[in-house]
């Protein structure tokens, strides 16, 4: 949901997005940010503890119909508070992932402006992890890519010079998908997953598979050479 300049004036934005970043909590190795649910609950309007429970509850349903693991997100633990006489009592609380509050906020009391505003607040700190997280993958999958290129390449120069044609070559390679796919040649995998005849096989594949693929390529090389 937006936040629109109708609903809250640009002030009380700057106010509760202030108040929202002031809650956030870095872990010991400062990579992981994480928010206290007992924190977060005067922040998006809940004045007792056990009407904001439920909406916490409603967010883990949510993440399991989602296919996450809630216990990654949502992790219960006991919160000690003094009393008098230096006397304690523990109380529930809950660690909270980014997503974790994004998805309370998702399903919290949408009239109320603070859940307007953390919609928007957590969505837009989710969109932002997730773009980091698509790109190392990218990263990750072109480093394998660029691996699997050089090791065909020795292992193209290796057959060569001990006169293998092109042909033959090709009955190499496509031996060895063969063995790491279970019995398909590099044409049959090309047909299930609809790649042209003219592109790499590798181009269409994960990158553990591509990995593997690498793996198998400088077992090959090494044993050429």
Known sequence: MEVHSNSMDEKKIEKLKKLFDDVIHISKEGEIEFWYARELQPLLGYSRWENFELVIKKAMISCENAGGNVNDHFRGITKMIKLAKNAERGIKEYVLTRYACYLIAQNGDARKDEIAFAQSYFAVQTRKQELIEDRIKLIERLNARKKLRESEKR???????????????????????????????????????????????????????????????????????
């Open 155 to 225: 292992l193209s120069q290796n057959i060569y010079e001990r006169g293998v044609d092109d042909a033959g070559f090709g009955r190499i390679r496509s031996k060895g998908d063969q063995a790491l796919f279970g019995g398909f040649s590099t044409k049959d995998m090309k047909e299930r997953l609809r790649v042209k005849e003219n592109r790499p096989l590798a181009d269409f594949l994960p990158t553990l598979t591509i990995a593997a693929k690498n793996l198998a390529t400088e077992m090959t090389n090494y044993n050429v050479e």
